[in-house]
T-cell receptor, first 112, second 114 residues
Framework: GNSVTQMEGPVTLSEEAFLTINCTYT??????LFWYVQYPGEGLQLLLK?????DKGSNKGFEATYRKETTSFHLEKGSVQVSDSAVYFC???????????FGKGTTLSVSS | GAGVSQSPSNKVTEKGKDVELRCDPI?????LYWYRQSLGQGLEFLIY????????KSGLPSDRFSAERTGGSVSTLTIQRTQQEDSAVYLC????????????FGSGTRLTVV
């Protein structure tokens, strides 16, 4: 089927630790890929995106590379901060380009 | 406006009542989307409007759900005869185009059916 699968949370890290949140997708063709973030009490915000294979999206120290071979778009950050505590959603565009299909979200909790 | 505005932010309703949720998208954005965010279920696509085209209603879970977009701007999501399983956060998003542009989301309406 067409879906987005994220690693289950919660992910609990200490400040300055390395972060990886895995995301894989199934799709027909080559969708655009996105990471959204939802901070406590706020709405979803676009974090980064990639529109074609081997593209790297980056923002606020986060990075994700569109890997066609492994159908993955893993989110990474070299040194997390307490302020990064949030729910992270991986998403891909559907084939028609009329909607985004989201994963279930991964909760990240960073402690000082 | 500067962002996507949704109202009300919270709504508590009795089972069986009808509710209307409003979304005011970013000015100039031609695409408007409704999603539902349920605990542990992620985001579920409901409906998509693009300009004057017929909406994509493929995500609406039942015929109790309907949505309109008037004048290519404001949208209203209506849920008739609400059920407890309709309790969720209803999110609206708008986009200047489709697909690769990504969305700007509103803060959502938290609906609780008691």
């Amino acid at each position: 089927g067409n879906s987005v699968t994220q690693m289950e949370g919660p992910v609990t890290l200490s400040e300055e630790a390395f972060l990886t949140i895995n995301c894989t997708y199934t799709a027909t063709g080559y969708p655009s890929l996105f990471w959204y973030v939802q901070y406590p009490g706020e709405g979803l915000q676009l974090l980064l995106k990639a529109t074609k294979a081997d593209d790297k999206g980056s923002n606020k120290g986060f990075e994700a590379t569109y890997r066609k071979e492994t159908t993955s778009f893993h989110l990474e950050k070299g040194s997390v901060q307490v302020s990064d505590s949030a729910v992270y959603f991986c998403a891909r565009s559907n084939q028609a380009g009329t909607a985004l299909i989201f994963g279930k979200g991964t909760t990240l909790s960073v402690s000082s | 406006g500067a962002g996507v505005s949704q109202s009300p932010s919270n709504k508590v309703t009795e089972k069986g009542k009808d509710v209307e949720l409003r979304c005011d998208p970013i000015s100039g954005h031609t695409a408007l989307y409704w999603y539902r965010q349920s605990l542990g279920q992620g985001l579920e696509f409901l409906i998509y409007f693009q300009g004057n085209s017929a909406p994509d209603k493929s995500g609406l879970p039942s015929d109790r759900f309907s949505a309109e977009r008037t004048g290519g701007s404001v949208s209203t999501l209506t849920i008739q005869r609400t059920q407890q399983e309709d309790s969720a956060v209803y999110l609206c998003a708008s986009s200047p185009g489709q697909g690769a542009y990504g969305y700007t989301f509103g803060s959502g309406t938290r609906l609780t059916v008691v």
